[in-house]
């Protein structure tokens, strides 16, 4: 196996001492189908495929091991699904970024591929944020919302590109890892649910094939604009340059203190250091929020 320094698996001790990280990224999961023509783990291959992108542009940045399994009992009757309890995953994701804090890590970012991890990501993420204050946590909860807002109006054929396996899903995947899938199969429908509502569902409620949208517009065309675009648009988020060294208090909140004061701003940038070495403070982040927009409809916000 060749050995791969943005994976924290590959690293040694020495590693580490010699070349500290600031950074890691969290990608998480799930196993479920994606109907015929996506693997099982498509969300985590996705979100994994995607850290490693960002983490090869962002310097001082690693990627964690991605986290498998997610929340999936709404996809359930269509195998092969397995699946964490919400609190099972929860205290996952918790135990993970308490972990990272005892290890001197004060940025995560969390890159998430799959719907039914947002509810444990928000909590685990806000539990975090409240027991340690100087703990910056960012992350995309929903990158097949948040893509929609960095590609040419009308770029999808189908449905604005949603889907669980669908349209955006499949181009994506053909850019991520095309030798695992297989779009001569695509099969999908588009549900009609109820607009500006949210709808929870069973996926066998809405779809025959274990994928939603239609996968058969997905072409190879998109997936490297899809790719670039989602890539560039986390990697100038994370490297946005910001005045105060991290400081993303708003106006009114500055006003009432020191708006640089130390312990608050600088405390997220401080690191181990090797003798003689300078602490890192080039990388601004946004606590507790995310880079997506969240669209207030059920058809956009359900039906991944």
Same mark, same amino acid.
């Given at each position: 196996m060749e050995k791969n320094p943005?994976?924290?698996? #590959?690293?040694?001790?020495?590693? !580490?001492?010699?070349?500290?990280?600031?950074?890691?990224?969290? =990608?998480?999961?799930?196993?479920?189908? #994606?109907?015929?023509?996506?693997?099982?783990?498509? %969300?985590?291959?996705?979100? !994994?495929?995607? /850290?490693?992108?960002?983490?090869?542009?962002?310097?001082?940045?690693?990627?964690?091991? =991605?986290? =498998? !399994?997610g929340m999936s009992e709404h996809y359930r009757d269509f195998s092969f699904t397995v699946s964490l309890k919400p609190a099972t995953e929860t205290a996952v994701i918790g135990d993970i970024l308490e972990s990272l804090y005892r290890e001197g890590i004060r940025h995560v970012f969390l890159?998430?591929?799959?719907?039914?991890?947002?509810?444990?990501?928000?909590? /685990?993420?806000?539990?975090?944020?409240?027991a340690h204050p100087d703990l910056v946590i960012v992350g995309i909860d929903a990158w097949w919302n948040m893509i929609g807002d960095l590609l040419p109006e009308n770029f999808?054929?189908?449905?604005?590109?949603?889907?669980?396996?669908?349209?955006?899903?499949?181009?994506?995947?053909?850019?991520?890892?095309?030798?695992?899938?297989?779009?001569?199969?695509?099969?999908?429908?588009? =549900? %009609?649910?109820?607009? #500006?509502? %949210?709808?929870?569902?069973?996926?066998?409620?809405?779809?025959?094939?274990?994928a939603s949208g239609d996968p058969t517009q997905a072409s190879r065309e998109k997936r490297l604009f899809m790719k670039e675009a989602l890539v560039n648009a986390i990697v100038t988020a994370l490297q946005k340059p910001d005045a105060c060294g991290g400081d993303y208090r708003s106006a009114d909140v500055k006003r009432g203190g020191n708006a640089c004061k130390k312990g608050v701003s600088r405390l997220?940038?401080?690191?181990?250091?090797?003798?003689?070495?300078?602490? %890192?403070?080039s990388l601004p982040f946004i606590s507790s929020v995310r880079?997506?927009?969240?669209?207030?409809?059920?058809?956009?916000?359900?039906?991944?």
């Open positions: 943005l994976l924290v698996q #590959h690293l040694t001790a020495r590693d !580490y001492r010699e070349k500290p990280f600031s950074t890691v990224i969290l =990608p998480l999961g799930s196993l479920e189908s #994606h109907g015929p023509h996506l693997p099982f783990g498509t %969300d985590t291959l996705t979100a !994994y495929e995607i /850290a490693l992108e960002v983490a090869g542009r962002v310097p001082g940045t690693i990627v964690l091991p =991605p986290l =498998p !399994y890159m998430n591929g799959h719907d039914g991890n947002i509810p444990p990501i928000e909590i /685990a993420a806000r539990e975090a944020k409240v999808f054929d189908a449905w604005n590109g949603l889907g669980h396996g669908g349209e955006g899903e499949l181009s994506i995947a053909l850019a991520l890892f095309p030798g695992l899938c297989q779009p001569e199969h695509a099969q999908g429908i588009v =549900p %009609d649910l109820p607009p #500006h509502l %949210d709808v929870w569902w069973l996926f066998s409620e809405i779809t025959t094939t274990g997220f940038f401080l690191l181990p250091c090797q003798a003689g070495e300078q602490q %890192d403070t880079l997506s927009r969240r669209r207030n409809t059920g058809l956009i916000r359900n039906v991944r």
